[in-house]
């Protein structure tokens, strides 16, 4: 008992004979009542000097046998710990100042087995807690084990990261020593310090470069694995309503929500740019094991966000690629991921999550390719008006052109507005292009006031994403003024879903345009949702009848006609009827009573040029 270890006295047979005191204590061993060693460890017979765990506990011992005599050994057992090695890993370490504010874990099998008080200060836990966790759950990066430094994001217990610096050193082919050092300070001290090409600063999740190291690593195993492209709805529109702050708080809330998540799966999460992220899972089976995650992470965001005194429900939209299938680099993997991420972004419904294949590359590039020249049509105005005349069926007269958009292509030439207008409303180009129509037909009309016709009144089609725009009613004020255009020439049409849509904010905006002179009309009506609340809650001046109407294969739409035009003035609204075609359409119109028509049978839309013979 004078001896400060565990010590046994043990036969061949490895059964205890007796035991110090300290050994006794460390084993809650009973006196005389002793078992096998092999009870308490693994007892290696054929060995005397190994390192083992002791069963049922959180610490490894190095156990040392010695013979007493042919039938009796000694053996003793010493915990093991940083300690014992402090002078060992300074002598690896060439510096000892590396060790300096340096954490310690101690690691068997990539669990932790003992570790200094600095790395329980730098993961904030206590060291009880610490003990037999597997390492990896403390970092973003799984632990690089080849020589040199390498760099990471730790995660601490209450999820916060930061950037880490580490080394591995091995010790005795069964253990390792991780030297790891925070390095916030020397981040903001020297900003080409390397871990910022691989760490993002805001949400404290690996940035692109990191994750495609990770990506490419996992290559070289050559398993099947997912990358999934995460893309936060609404983002843009909350920053701009809310402010940039107020995002950024947004942005590391959902980023710690990955993170969360990310605890249950073997997998890494970065972020890419602004709302997107990506995730890789590690080790599928199939590509429903992928789609079940996707879903997953779905539902895991239907959980309200709180923000400073506003809660939200984040809905996120993920595109899904798998290696080997589609993609044999991490580039393209992530590329692969982020098309089928868009698909979900173009089609309708409520389609947030899909799986890439071959024919969402090919129209990809037929879409890049076409947002690529809608941006050089606007910078080269390749785009014109044309215009379809309005005429009073009373007296004959013009009364007003619609502007129709065009598109001249160099090359193609003219493209039609039906394979060009859905997709820059998908893409948001429709505000630009919104914007040009606007302010060109205001040109034109001061440029036939210059020649001296006649006033006449342009009408010009808008889009939903047009007119919810907050800048809307300004621009067309300013192209009015920079024109010096009589405001009562110029009409805008909106169609009776947009109308119907955000009705406090519709009615507002059709107020400021009214007071400004403009007149309103509700173009395509009759094809939408139609309602009589809407028609007579806003102060609509026309109602367009549309051209499926003029149909009169169709009995019943001679009703339809007659109706709208008797509710058109009832409401002291006057109706154009559009698709006029054939003096049968014209002699039906006359009968209800339509006050103006627009169709072929008058003309087709002509460029301005060709279209002045219809001004006086």
């Known amino acids: 008992d004078i001896v400060n270890e565990p010590i046994f006295i043990i ?110 200060r730098l993961f904030r836990y206590e060291k009880h807690d610490l003990l037999n966790m597997d390492f990896n759950e403390f970092m973003m990066k799984r632990l690089q084990r080849e020589q040199g430094t390498h760099f990471s994001v730790g995660i601490r217990s209450d999820d916060s990261t ?25 981040m903001q001290s020297n900003k080409e310090l390397a871990l910022l090409n691989y760490y993002d600063e805001l949400t404290g999740l690996p940035n692109k470069s990191m994750f495609l190291q990770v990506v490419n690593d996992k290559i070289r195993k050559n398993k099947m694995f997912a990358v999934y492209y995460v893309d936060l709805d609404y983002f843009k529109s909350i ?51 992928s789609l079940q995650f996707a879903r997953a992470l779905t539902n895991y965001f239907k959980q309200p966000i709180m923000i400073d005194s506003y809660e939200f429900v984040v809905s996120i ?43 969402i590359s090919k129209n990809l590039r037929s879409q890049l390719t076409l947002e690529s020249d809608l941006r050089k049509a606007l910078a080269e105005e390749q785009f014109e008006l044309f215009y379809q005349p309005q005429v009073s069926l009373k007296t004959k007269e013009v009364v007003g052109f619609e502007a129709l958009i065009r598109w001249k292509h160099p090359t193609k030439g003219y493209i039609s507005p039906l394979d060009f207008i859905p997709f820059a409303e998908k893409s948001g180009l429709i505000i630009d292009i919104g914007k040009w129509v606007i302010d060109e037909a205001c040109d034109q009309l001061r440029k036939w006031k210059n020649k001296g016709y006649d006033p006449v009144k342009i009408s010009i089609n808008t889009s939903a994403k047009q007119v919810h725009q907050t800048n809307f009613v300004n621009h067309i004020e300013s192209s009015l003024i920079r024109s010096n255009v009589d405001p009562s020439l110029l009409e805008i049409e909106l169609t009776e879903s947009v109308a119907m849509t955000n009705e406090e904010y519709i009615l507002e905006m059709v107020k400021k345009i ?29 109602l367009k009848i549309d051209r499926m109407f003029m149909n009169q294969k169709y009995e019943h739409n001679k009703t339809i006609v007659k109706s709208i035009i008797n509710l058109s003035h009832s409401l002291d609204m006057s109706v154009t009827a559009e698709g006029v075609e054939t003096e049968e359409h014209i002699s039906l119109l006359e009968k209800f009573n339509c006050d103006h028509i627009q169709g072929y049978y008058i003309s087709e839309p002509l460029p301005a040029e060709k279209i002045e013979k219809f001004l006086v």
């Not at 036969?11 to 009973?30: P, S, Y």
């Not at 930061?162 to 020397?186: A, C, G, H, M, R």
């Not at 400004?516 to 009759?526: K, P, R």
């Open 317 to 359: 939209r993920i595109g899904i690629s798998i290696y080997p299938e589609h993609g044999k680099s991490g580039m393209e993997l992530i590329n692969q991921a982020q098309s089928a991420m868009y698909v979900t972004k173009n089609e309708e419904g409520s389609l947030r999550i899909n799986l890439f294949d071959a024919s």
């Open 239 to 289: 920053n701009h309503a809310l402010g940039h702050e107020f995002g950024n708080k947004l942005l590391k809330s959902c980023a710690q929500r990955f993170i969360q998540f990310m605890k249950e799966y073997n997998g890494f999460v970065a972020r890419i740019s602004g709302d997107e992220f990506v995730f890789l899972q590690k080790d599928i089976d199939s590509k429903e094991q």
């Open 162 to 186: 930061f950037p880490v610096q580490y080394t591995v050193l091995n010790f005795k082919d069964e253990f390792e020593f991780v030297i790891i050092k925070d390095i916030s300070i020397d």
């Open 11 to 120: 036969d061949q047979d490895g059964t205890i004979i007796t035991a110090n005191k300290i050994a006794q204590h460390m084993f809650e061993l009973e006196q005389n009542e002793y078992l096998s060693l092999d009870h308490y460890l693994d007892f290696k017979r054929q060995e005397s000097n190994y390192i083992t765990q002791i069963r049922d506990k959180n610490y490894w011992v190095q156990i040392k046998v010695r013979p007493l005599n042919s039938d009796i050994n000694i053996v003793n057992v010493q915990p093991l710990s940083i300690a014992d090695y402090k002078q060992q890993i300074s002598s690896e370490m060439n510096h000892k100042q590396h060790l300096h504010n340096a954490g310690i874990a101690m690691l068997h099998d990539g669990k932790i087995v003992d570790c200094n008080s600095t790395f329980t």
């Open 514 to 542: 009214k007071s400004l002179g403009l007149s309103i009309a509700v173009d395509d009506f009759g094809t939408g949702y139609s309602s009589l609340k809407y028609v007579s809650l806003f102060p609509f001046n026309k």
